[in-house]
């Protein structure tokens, strides 16, 4: 059974940080593209970030420059590391692995 479980989400001030963290499981992690999705009240799930099995990173265009992934494969674990969150950025995000995806992690950039 695949299970993919996000943490690190909560309440920031515009220009804080954030770090999410997904703990993937029943799946061969370390071969598998790992992915950030989010969705904002209203709008369509869209993709943040991705990391390939080789490393092979994908932003969108709205991250670039503020937001980082990144992999750990003896933990199983994909981060999102964010950075100069603006209120924009507020939304559920969700980890994605092939056609899985976790409960997802609210942000909420406010002040």
């Known amino acids: 059974q695949v299970q993919l479980v996000e943490s690190g989400g909560g309440l920031v001030q515009p220009g804080g940080s954030l770090r999410l963290s997904c703990a993937a499981s029943g799946i061969s992690f370390r071969f598998n593209s790992m992915g950030w999705f989010r969705q904002a009240p209203g709008k369509e799930r869209e993709l943040v970030a991705a990391i390939t099995s080789g490393g092979y990173l994908t932003y969108a265009d709205s991250v670039k420059g503020r937001f980082t992934i990144s992999r750990d494969n003896a933990n199983n674990t994909v981060y999102l590391q964010m950075n100069g969150l603006k209120p924009e950025d507020t939304a559920v995000y969700y980890c994605?692995?092939?056609?899985?995806w976790g409960q997802g992690a609210l942000v909420t950039v406010s002040s």
């Open positions: 994605n692995a092939r056609m899985y």
